[in-house]
């Protein structure tokens, strides 16, 4: 539910893109992803690894403390040689738990980094919550009936289900799951960074109130994460009070 100033000012961003980009594909929380960045800006990880080895025996020591490692795989990723990018791949693959978590996000960095001095350009990475696949972002979405007190009908979910997948596909996109839970719609989708949003839900609810103005003309997006009823619920309520 962003106004329309605040979604012109992200699609002026993302139009200025260049071509080059690559999309973090992995779903990482936000605030791991900050944790992340915030050590890549600590001095201590801007220091050099030498001896590669000596890092990789570390990594996979199980005496070493967790932060330890973490200063490790930033300090890893921030070299643009094969060889850090390549200790770094290993251990991910049998990272667990957070750990691994934050394996990806280096293994990301030093990916980039390491492209960037071979190909001897800047190249540009984006991370969501919900991460994405090729050049489209993953979204959470939030679909209303107008009638709160009664769930979807059947005829009601089947219209969703194929309009939205008839409009997401004809955009490069794809509906990747939906359900329905009493009054709201809830489901995850695929979609071109680089094409309007706002445009294909204006359609696609025009669409659906031809068979009964049954949708509301909201809707919550959202790539930051996946939100439960219980949430979508406050955030209504939460929005209702700004608004008064």
């Not at 220091?47 to 199980?62: H, P, S, V």
């Not at 309007?196 to 696609?204: A, H, P």
Request: net charge negative.
């Amino acid at each position: 539910m962003e106004d329309n100033s605040n979604l012109k000012k992200i699609q002026e961003a993302i139009d200025s893109l260049p071509d080059n980009f690559s999309i973090l594909e992995e779903k990482i929380d936000v605030n791991l992803q900050m944790e992340y960045f915030d050590y890549t800006k600590d001095k201590r990880n801007n220091q050099k690894i030498k001896d590669f080895t000596a890092a990789e025996m570390q990594l996979n020591d199980r005496a070493v403390e967790v932060d330890t490692k973490k200063h490790l795989l930033v300090q890893l990723a921030g070299h643009d040689q094969v060889e850090a990018f390549r200790v770094i791949e290993r251990f991910h693959k049998k990272a667990k738990g957070r750990l691994r978590k934050w394996a990806v996000l280096a293994l990301q960095e030093s990916r980039m980094i390491l492209q960037s001095s071979l190909l001897g350009e800047q190249q540009v990475f984006i991370s969501t919550g919900l991460g994405g696949k090729g050049q489209n972002i993953r979204y959470f979405i939030a679909l209303m009936k107008k009638d709160a007190q009664t769930p979807f009908s059947e005829t009601q979910t089947r219209i969703i289900e194929t309009e939205f997948s008839f409009f997401l596909n004809k955009s490069d996109g794809e509906l990747e799951s939906i359900r329905f839970e009493g009054e709201f719609a809830l489901g995850s989708f695929l979609f071109p960074l680089k094409k309007n949003l706002q445009n294909i839900f204006r359609s696609f609810i025009e669409e659906c109130n031809q068979y009964g103005d049954f949708l509301h003309e909201d809707v919550i997006i959202t790539n930051v994460k996946t939100l439960s009823v219980e949430e979508v619920r406050k955030f209504l309520r939460q929005h209702s009070n700004e608004t008064e």
